[in-house]
């Protein structure tokens, strides 16, 4: 190695590489999160009866939808979605429900968005372009 480089040369490859990984392992986590709730969910129809506001936005506060639906054992459930949604949904709007059997609380609003993995796939994508970006840079350092 030479004594006289830079050392922050390598130091932005080095953390375009990890970026890269790191996003790349969580889009495609939720990739598979969202193929195996699809396999393994169950749906039910569900109800829109609001908004939570959550910090962040700027200006604007974020809000994601609360909705309600009945498990296919009897059980009400009230849920906030762990996530805004593409769109707005109205009050009382008719939703379908995806959720687990095993854990019926962390149920989330299927709509087209997520039966394509949208998320998943921008944040994977995402992930790929900046780790072959730090790639470039380690190969173009040494």
């Known amino acids: 190695m030479d004594p006289t480089a830079d050392p922050a040369s390598s130091a932005t490859p080095f953390s375009a590489v990890v970026l890269g990984l ?7 986590w939720q990739l598979i999160s969202a193929r195996r709730i699809r396999a393994r ?3 039910v129809p569900g109800v829109v009866i609001g908004y939570k506001q959550v910090a962040g936005g700027g200006e604007e506060p974020l ?4 909705f309600r639906f009945t498990t296919l054992e009897g059980r009400e459930l009230k849920v906030t979605s762990r996530t805004g949604e593409p769109r707005g949904y109205l009050p009382d709007e008719r939703i379908e429900v995806l959720y687990y059997p095993q854990k019926p609380e962390r149920a989330h609003i299927d709509n087209a968005g997520q039966r ?5 796939w921008i944040v994977t994508t995402m992930g790929v372009f900046v780790l072959a970006v730090g790639v ?5 350092v040494n």
Do not use: E
């Not at 790191?22 to 495609?28: D, R």
């Not at 809000?63 to 609360?66: E, N």
């Not at 470039?136 to 173009?140: R, Y």
């Open 136 to 140: 470039l840079g380690f190969l173009d």
């Open 63 to 66: 809000s994601r939808p609360v």
């Open 41 to 43: 969910g169950v749906r």
């Open 116 to 120: 394509r993995s949208t998320m998943g």
């Open 22 to 28: 790191v996003l790349v392992a969580f889009g495609g």
